[in-house]
């Protein structure tokens, strides 16, 4: 990653994901002088990481520039946007790149504040990023070049892994599916702890076979070579207890209508909200 960062990097917003990406920087290396951080009051546990590196926490980073910087990546909430990035914008030189992992904001939104021929990256992560398990959908403007498209997945495999698409209109579907997802998978768990207690289990007891039963089943995916599909038809006896409860989960109307239905619902509201 150094090797594709000329300039300084500047993370603006060092919360949760924007702290849990620096934090896997300095992890893999990146020189604690290359980064300046903007956010005037970071949590305490990111703030701890920046004293132990020796990078103060900034109000703003315009003061500490020489030069423009090679990447400014925002990390803030998209209701405070609209005030934190005009100004920033000034700072970009013609060889920035602008990185933004903040939903509901297009690459047109950022482009008008910045000058012509500005490389753009929009990117939507997910929750897990938080512990570096996630996964980020990307999209670049013409601008960008193949150099910084690989510094981008570099920046991001902080947090997880890293895909691209080629249309815009497809973040809203990659947002709909592993952006909203998460919240899909945590339903799934207190629905079945839910079950469980239905059928006589305590709550307690009930609440750690299904957190532990989905979090198990999410690193089998993860580490097997076999599709979910494949998994789900090896745990799956004829006639036995696990298909007793699929005909129900994949009959008509069930969890396959339900998954496409909430989606595209999801896929819509994401729509609405970058227009």
């Not at 305590?202 to 609440?207: F, G, H, M, V």
């Not at 089998?220 to 998994?231: C, H, M």
Request: glycine share 10%; hydrophobic share 45%; aromatic share 2%.
């Amino acid at each position: 990653m150094r090797d594709l960062i000329d300039g300084q990097l500047v993370l603006v917003g060092a919360g949760k994901m924007g702290g849990a990406m620096l934090t896997g920087w300095l992890a893999g290396g990146l020189p604690a002088e290359q980064v300046l951080v903007q956010d005037p009051g970071p949590p305490d546990e990111i703030a701890s990481v920046l004293r132990q590196h020796g990078i103060e926490a900034l109000a703003s980073v315009g003061e500490r520039l020489a030069k423009p910087p090679s990447v400014i990546l925002m990390a803030v909430k998209p209701q405070i946007m609209d005030q934190v990035f005009p100004p920033l914008a000034k700072l970009a030189g013609r060889e920035t790149l602008v990185l933004s992992v903040a939903a509901g904001r297009t690459m047109a939104g950022f482009e008008t504040h910045l000058p012509t021929g500005t490389a753009v990256v929009r990117s939507i992560p997910n929750t897990p990023a938080a512990i570096g398990r996630g996964i980020t959908v990307c999209v670049a403007n013409a601008h960008v070049t193949d150099r910084q498209k690989t510094l981008c997945d570099q920046l991001l495999a902080a947090i997880g892994d890293v895909g691209w698409v080629d249309d815009e209109g497809l973040i809203d579907a990659a947002t709909a599916v592993s952006g909203s997802g998460p919240a899909y998978v945590f339903l799934l768990a207190e629905c079945l702890a839910q079950a469980g207690v239905e059928v006589g289990l305590s709550p307690e007891l009930a609440a750690r076979l299904a957190n532990a039963t989905v979090a198990g089943a999410g690193e089998l995916i993860r580490q097997s070579e076999d599709p979910p599909s494949t998994l789900r038809e090896n745990v799956t006896s004829p006639n036995g207890t696990t298909y007793a409860a699929l005909q129900v989960l994949m009959a008509q109307d069930g969890m396959k209508d339900l998954l496409s239905r909430a989606v595209a619902a999801a896929d819509r509201r994401s729509r609405e909200l970058a227009g």
